[in-house]
């Protein structure tokens, strides 16, 4: 059974970098089938799509964020990772790794979900 | 690119039906098949209950079922549950490779 888990620091301060790690495991993430992706909740608030890798190196971004958001996969270790920089306290968020079924195209829809990891950006 | 519009509650007593409404444009519902139905219990992550419009993924109850007429997607619920009582978040695939989200829709089972 595929579960996803995401990782990384809980607070970061204005203006900085936040960087987090989805790791996958009961499947493998370098494969044509899926698509990963990160998606955050604000408190109170709703979904927002971040951006999308596939094991190809192509990625998505949601363009009101595109500037400021990396996004990677290391295969090697069955993680694909989120950073985005010079945060604001608008960037708090509960922050959800997901995956995409890629049987067709478009990839949809957030079939498997982590259990999200909540960010405060707060000096 | 704009949220897709959801009411942000709707409600009904067990065993009745309930619509939920997904308001998009022509860049996005109106274009693609591809709107999905996610439900969210407190603290928990959302679960897929519709993809692709009107299909289901195994395991969801035939209680659930989505539909589209142009710009605006729905999901029914029927014969409401007490277990019905979460949130509701819309998804559409939209122009250029994005997917935009619903603000979501509190169904309350009276």
């Known amino acids: 059974q595929l579960q996803l888990q995401e990782s990384g620091p809980g607070l970061v301060k204005p203006s900085e970098t936040l960087s987090l790690t989805c790791t996958v495991s009961?499947?493998?993430?370098?494969?044509?089938?899926?698509?990963w992706a990160w998606i955050r909740q604000p408190p109170g608030k709703g979904l927002e799509w971040i951006a999308s890798v596939y094991y190809s190196g192509s990625t998505y971004f949601n363009p009101s964020l595109k500037s400021r958001v990396t996004i990677s996969m290391d295969p090697s270790n069955n993680q694909f990772s989120l950073t985005l920089s010079s945060v604001t306290a608008a960037d708090t968020a509960l922050y959800y790794c997901a995956r995409q079924d890629r049987t067709d195209w478009p990839p949809d829809p957030f079939d498997v979900w982590g259990q999200g990891t909540m960010v405060t950006v707060s000096s | 690119q704009s949220a897709l519009t959801q009411p942000p509650s709707a409600s009904g007593s067990p065993g009745q039906s309930v619509t939920i409404s997904c308001t998009g444009t022509s860049s996005d519902v109106g274009n693609y098949d591809y709107v999905s139905w996610y439900q969210q219990y407190p603290g928990k992550a959302p679960k897929v209950v519709i993809y692709e419009v009107t299909k289901r993924p195994s395991g969801v109850p035939d209680r659930f079922s989505g539909s589209k007429s142009g710009n605006t997607a729905s999901l029914t619920v029927s014969g409401l549950q007490a277990e019905d009582e979460a949130d509701y978040y819309c998804s559409s695939y939209a122009a250029r490779n994005n997917w935009l989200f619903g603000g979501g829709t509190k169904l309350t089972v009276l």
């Open positions: 009961g499947g493998s993430i370098d494969t044509s089938t899926f698509y």
